[in-house]
């Protein structure tokens, strides 16, 4: 695997765990301002 190759695949990896990051801090935030943890 080239160098190149393996950090497209980290930058990749990066991106997805942003991504998913984002979506859990936006999904608690919701839940907070909703007051509804149940």
């Keep these: ?3 190149q190759e ?3 695949r980290m930058l990749r ?3 997805i765990f942003g991504i998913a990051l984002a979506a859990f ?3 608690a935030a ?3 301002e909703t ?3 149940g």
């Design 25 to 27: 801090l936006g999904f």
């Design 35 to 37: 007051g509804n943890f």
């Design 30 to 32: 919701y839940r907070l």
């Design 13 to 15: 990896q990066v991106v």
């Design 6 to 8: 393996k950090r497209m």
């Design 1 to 3: 695997m080239s160098p």
